[in-house]
């Protein structure tokens, strides 16, 4: 089994910035993605941005250019750099892990960006 644990999320003005956080632990597998998908009230879950084990990504067209998604495998954290935050912007963010063709979710964090 594997948990995660996201931090980072809070209140904003449009154009700022915030950096989301998400450890993994428990039986984790070398090869592996985590990621972030979003869901904001009245919409259907979206994917944000996974990156793989050995460092490839994915973004969601529109976060490209204003979130950057990284890793340090050695502490199993997964980050989302998030800059020019926009209102639309606002919803609840998902860590996500998938191994072994499973999902795992964290609880979600609030994410929300005030005009």
């Known amino acids: 089994q594997v948990q995660l644990v996201e931090s980072g999320g809070g209140l904003v003005q449009a154009g700022g910035s915030l950096r989301l956080s998400c450890a993994a632990s428990g039986n984790i597998f070398r090869i592996n993605t985590m990621g972030w998908y979003r869901q904001a009230p009245g919409k259907e879950r979206e994917l944000v941005a996974h990156?793989?084990?050995?460092?490839?990504?994915n973004y969601a067209d529109s976060v490209k250019g204003r979130f950057t998604i990284s890793r340090d495998n050695a502490k199993n954290t997964v980050y989302l750099q998030m800059n020019s935050l926009k209102p639309e912007d606002t919803a609840v963010y998902y860590c996500n892990f998938r191994q072994g063709g499973i999902n795992y979710w964290g609880k979600g964090t609030l994410v929300t960006v005030s005009s």
């Open positions: 990156i793989t084990n050995i460092g490839s990504t």
